[in-house]
């Protein structure tokens, strides 16, 4: 098994800080586990400013470079792609590690889907049904 010293990589913190919504979590009085707990628990998360204000900073080299990475054609299946950066990243996320910069969740989805088509959590080629629990408009 490989293992990668994150804690000097641009892409991830070493911090053990608490988020804003884990303080506001132990700090509040939630019901049992049911659904009264999970929507007390999403009220909660829906509350916290994560946002925080927008930053006029260029994103970094290498947010910068795995976006491009991610945005090429196919870029799931390419294997330059992976090896290029994808990988490092998933390592980071998949063992806990936090990042540093928040990621668009389209990218993250990328980094989790190339991830599971290379450990075959994901089949070569399947296409994600569409969700039968959505409500019209």
């Not at 884990?22 to 009085?29: G, I, K, N, Y």
């Not at 936090?98 to 994901?122: E, F, G, Q, Y």
């Not at 080629?125 to 039968?132: F, R, T, V, W």
């Amino acid at each position: 098994m490989q293992h990668h010293d994150l804690s000097s990589s641009p892409s991830f913190s070493s911090s053990s800080s608490s988020s804003s919504f884990d303080e506001l979590l132990q700090s509040s009085t939630l019901p049992p586990p049911g659904p009264e707990h999970y929507a007390a628990r999403r009220a909660l998360w829906l509350s916290v400013n994560t946002a925080g204000p927008k930053s006029s900073t260029k994103p970094s080299t290498s947010h910068q470079k795995l976006e491009k990475l991610l945005n090429t054609p196919n870029a799931i299946y390419n294997d330059q792609v992976w090896v290029g950066g994808v990988r490092k990243v998933w390592s980071g996320l998949s063992g806990g590690s936090a990042l540093k910069k928040p990621l668009p969740m389209n990218l993250v989805i990328k980094i989790i889907h190339s991830a599971w088509i290379r450990d075959d959590t994901w089949p070569t080629g399947a296409i994600a049904p569409e969700p039968d629990d959505v409500l019209p408009d």
